[in-house]
């Protein structure tokens, strides 16, 4: 656990960023600390000081102690990594620049007040995010580089699991594993007629420049968290996209004009091209979702209730009721079992369910079959017909070997790894040329061999 620590630690002081010149008035700066050719300069201190104060996160200790030390330890393992030739891809660095800007943009309000808050334009608060966040991606791959050759055996967890004291065993929550079948009720034909001719009347007001695509996508847009941003979606890449609006999208070319309506599995679009930068585009798009009937809603669930009576009869196992009806793509192929995205495990804890599952699922026995029940889709964000079975329940238990191997394992392979990465820390303390001005040397460090 100590490793995810580490991590969390240094991803901390990585993702807390540039400050606003509000924040780095009045620092007179000097070098505080070297850590072999690199300086530590104060105001990276009291930048980071700063923010975590104004976001209220908490620093465990002396900030003036922690944070410096933390960036020894950065500087420590990108000084490694510079050694060992470690690269990352820029378009990935980029892909996370662009979604941490349009996250800032959402909070924040506009482009233009994020540019205010930081006291930076656009331009140079990419090219600073560019360096956090390749340094980020640079010092995990070191880090699994330098845990990579670890080798166990079940044995060596057995013998793990058997040293922890009794009262330090953990306590697992209460889990249970479902099948499920959902489709989704078709639509009207009127109905998609209806969206689609709404689209086409907002990309005439467009065009005729009656009207703003982006205080229509405000207003109206389905995507509820690029409406608040006018329809803006941020620098994406091809694969970040569904294919058929990517395949529409990056064929734009003129950012006044308004594609035609595109359909995905979302619903239906209009897009309009901002920028292009290589082999990424920023683009506004207003979704719509046709809206099913209740007619058709309560028909697909007599269906549903039918199939399962069947399978209730013994005429139909529930595999196959998976197989030829339901149109859940991400447990289809898996016999109907619902995978948590969360673990990349089958179990769930209540918590992790989608709220109208966990409800439905609360109070059945193994083996039980649901009544058919509407909810909203995690992977397409429609409303879908569903019914789940219970494939197996555990309840909430001291964690032990029978039912918790893969989790002791995980718990296991953390806490070797940080001793692994703390004797690596330890040793490059002792290799590597360090000064610390005298004036921030009266600390408690987390390691002790800053100071020789």
Not at 67 to 83: F, M, N, R, T, V
Not at 94 to 108: A, C, K, T
Request: glycine share 4%.
């Amino acid at each position: 656990m100590y490793m995810k620590k580490i991590i969390l630690s240094l991803s901390l002081f990585l993702s807390m960023g540039p400050l606003s010149v509000v924040a780095q008035k009045n620092i007179v700066d000097e070098v505080i600390w070297i850590v072999g050719d690199e300086a530590i300069l104060r105001s990276e201190v009291e930048e980071q000081r700063i923010r975590a104060q104004y976001e209220g996160t908490p620093i465990q200790g002396d900030p003036y102690c922690v944070i410096p030390e933390q960036i020894a330890i950065q500087k420590l393992y990108l000084h490694q990594a510079g050694i060992d030739s470690i690269v990352v891809s820029e378009t990935s660095v980029m892909s996370q620049v662009e979604s941490r800007l349009s996250y800032l943009v959402s909070q924040i309000g506009s482009k233009e007040k994020m540019e205010e808050y930081f006291g930076k334009n656009s331009v140079d608060l990419r090219e600073l995010f560019r360096d956090m966040y390749r340094n980020q991606m640079i010092i995990t791959q070191m880090q699994q580089k330098l845990v990579g050759n670890f080798k166990y055996t079940p044995a060596d967890v057995r013998r793990f699991y058997k040293q922890i004291p009794a009262d330090s065993i953990p306590t697992v929550p209460a889990q249970v594993e479902l099948q499920i079948v959902s489709f989704q009720p078709p639509v009207p034909i009127a109905e998609t007629n209806r969206i689609k001719e709404r689209l086409r009347d907002f990309t005439e007001r467009v065009n005729s420049g009656t009207s703003e695509f982006s205080v229509l996508a405000r207003l109206y847009s389905e995507d509820t968290e690029s409406a608040k941003r006018g329809g803006e979606l941020g620098f994406m890449g091809r694969g970040q996209l569904v294919p058929e609006f990517a395949a529409v999208a990056f064929n734009m070319q003129d950012p006044k004009k308004v594609s035609r309506v595109v359909e995905t599995e979302f619903g239906f679009h209009i897009i309009q091209l901002i920028e292009k930068r290589g082999d990424r585009i920023n683009s506004r798009h207003i979704l719509l979702k046709p809206r099913v009937s209740l007619a058709d809603k309560d028909s697909a669930i007599q269906i549903l209730d039918s199939i399962t009576n069947k399978i209730r009869d013994n005429k139909m196992t529930f595999e196959q009721a998976v197989v030829h009806f339901s149109q859940d793509k991400n447990s289809v192929m898996n016999a109907g079992l619902m995978l948590n995205e969360k673990s990349g495990t089958s179990k769930f804890e209540y918590q992790d369910l989608p709220q109208e599952v966990a409800k439905i699922v609360y109070g059945m026995n193994v083996g039980e079959i649901s009544k058919p029940f509407t909810m909203i889709s995690q992977s397409t964000n429609k409303e879908v017909v569903a019914v789940v079975k219970v494939k197996s329940k555990i309840e909430s238990h001291k964690a032990n070997l029978t039912d918790d191997y893969q989790m002791l394992k995980v718990v296991f392979e953390n806490q070797k790894h940080a001793e692994l990465l703390n004797d690596w820390i330890v040793k490059k303390q002792k290799d590597t040329y360090i000064s610390i001005d005298p004036q921030w040397q009266k600390c408690t460090f987390q390691y002790p061999g800053w100071i020789k």
